[in-house]
């Protein structure tokens, strides 16, 4: 039998703090769950209606999700609209890290003093219009005490590495080593014989 999950609740509301994978639950400023902000599972789980009294869920997906997943398995042999769901905070993360990190694999060496506003004021609009309006405050944040580094590729790549890094500590994510930057992104690992 799966592990109950103790379910925090705010003191004057039915409205869980926690959701069943751990993570606080973020609530837009409309006071809904944010669906960019959560996981599809703690999503699913603060807008399943909890009510007080049921402070203990089992560990295990819901209902809806295990119907999403009997769906996906009778796909048909050709689909040219696949029945994705809208991306969750950690798809949404690990994409946007992914774009970010390749962003900076391709700018330029030496980028001219255009290219260097623009890509300061990408990375605003960025922070801007991020789904996750948490994220996106959070982004804006770490922008204003650490002004973005777009003097040359290794600069970028490694501001944006130091930011992932905040992003990894406060999720309780070992942090990567910045030094590799350009592996990890950029060249590749070396083949080891």
Same mark, same amino acid.
């Given at each position: 039998?799966?592990?109950?999950?103790?379910?925090?609740?705010?003191?004057?509301?039915?409205?869980?703090?926690?959701?069943?994978?751990?993570?606080?639950?973020?609530?837009?400023?409309?006071?809904?769950?944010?669906?960019?902000?959560?996981?599809?599972?703690?999503?699913?789980? !603060?807008?399943?209606?909890?009510?007080?009294? !049921?402070?203990?869920?089992?560990?295990?997906?819901?209902?809806?999700?295990?119907?999403?997943?009997?769906?996906?398995?009778?796909?048909?042999?050709?689909?040219?609209?696949?029945?994705?769901?809208?991306?969750?905070?950690?798809?949404?993360?690990?994409?946007?890290?992914?774009?970010?990190?390749?962003?900076?694999?391709?700018?330029?060496?030496?980028?001219?003093?255009?290219?260097?506003?623009?890509?300061?004021?990408?990375?605003?609009?960025?922070?801007?219009?991020?789904?996750?309006?948490?994220?996106?405050?959070?982004?804006?944040?770490?922008?204003?005490?650490?002004?973005?580094?777009?003097?040359?590729?290794?600069?970028?790549?490694?501001?944006?590495?130091?930011?992932?890094?905040?992003?990894?500590?406060?999720?309780?994510?070992?942090?990567?080593?910045?030094?590799?930057?350009?592996?990890?992104?950029?060249?590749?690992?070396?083949?080891?014989?």
């Amino acid at each position: 039998m799966p592990e109950p999950v103790e379910v925090k609740t705010t003191e004057n509301s039915s409205k869980p703090e926690i959701g069943v994978t751990g993570r606080k639950i973020i609530y837009g400023k409309d006071g809904k769950p944010c669906r960019s902000c959560n996981s599809l599972l703690d999503f699913q789980f !603060a807008t399943a209606g909890m009510t007080k009294g !049921a402070p203990v869920v089992p560990n295990v997906p819901s209902p809806k999700i295990k119907e999403n997943q009997a769906v996906a398995a009778k796909k048909e042999k050709y689909n040219p609209y696949a029945k994705d769901i809208p991306p969750d905070v950690e798809v949404l993360g690990k994409s946007s890290w992914t774009l970010l990190h390749a962003i900076a694999a391709t700018y330029p060496e030496t980028p001219d003093d255009k290219k260097q506003r623009d890509m300061k004021q990408f990375l605003k609009l960025f922070g801007n219009f991020y789904p996750c309006w948490f994220c996106a405050e959070d982004f804006t944040r770490f922008m204003a005490k650490n002004e973005p580094k777009v003097e040359t590729q290794d600069s970028l790549g490694r501001w944006l590495c130091d930011a992932h890094n905040e992003v990894n500590a406060k999720l309780g994510k070992p942090k990567f080593d910045c030094n590799l930057w350009k592996r990890r992104w950029k060249d590749g690992w070396e083949e080891e014989d």
